[in-house]
């Protein structure tokens, strides 16, 4: 299996959908385009066209993923006499106050 970064034509306009896939020649002599995230195999369009590459992208959960990263955790900052240091705090799912506070919710915005 043969891997190249770059499409095969010379005189090409750079897409970004070059930089998350690559062209792989498979043994039997067939081209393929490789996710780079999920790994898929795609069907390589011999007129070089990228809407299916790119939709691909769009819907690529291992990419999302990726793009969205780990988000920061904001804690604003606590007073001393606090008996909880961390800000952090467990709670405990209580249904009867759920249903209280969604038909509230739905009584004051209907």
């Known amino acids: 299996m043969k891997i ?5 034509t010379i005189h090409e306009r750079p897409n970004f959908v070059w930089q998350e896939l690559i062209v792989v020649k498979l043994v039997d002599g067939t081209k393929k ?8 195999k795609l069907a390589k369009n011999k007129d070089d066209t990228t809407t299916q ?3 691909h992208l769009n819907g690529c ?3 999302q993923v990726s793009l969205k990263g780990q988000g920061n ?5 606590q007073a001393p006499a606090s008996d909880n240091a961390s800000g952090i705090q467990t709670w405990k ?3 009867a106050k759920i249903r209280e506070v969604v038909s509230h919710m739905i009584m004051v915005h209907y």
């Open 4 to 8: 190249s970064n770059a499409r095969d």
């Open 93 to 95: 799912y209580d249904q």
């Open 73 to 77: 955790l904001f804690l604003p900052p």
């Open 61 to 63: 959960v291992k990419r």
């Open 53 to 55: 590459y790119k939709r």
């Open 33 to 40: 385009v490789q996710c780079n995230n999920c790994k898929i």
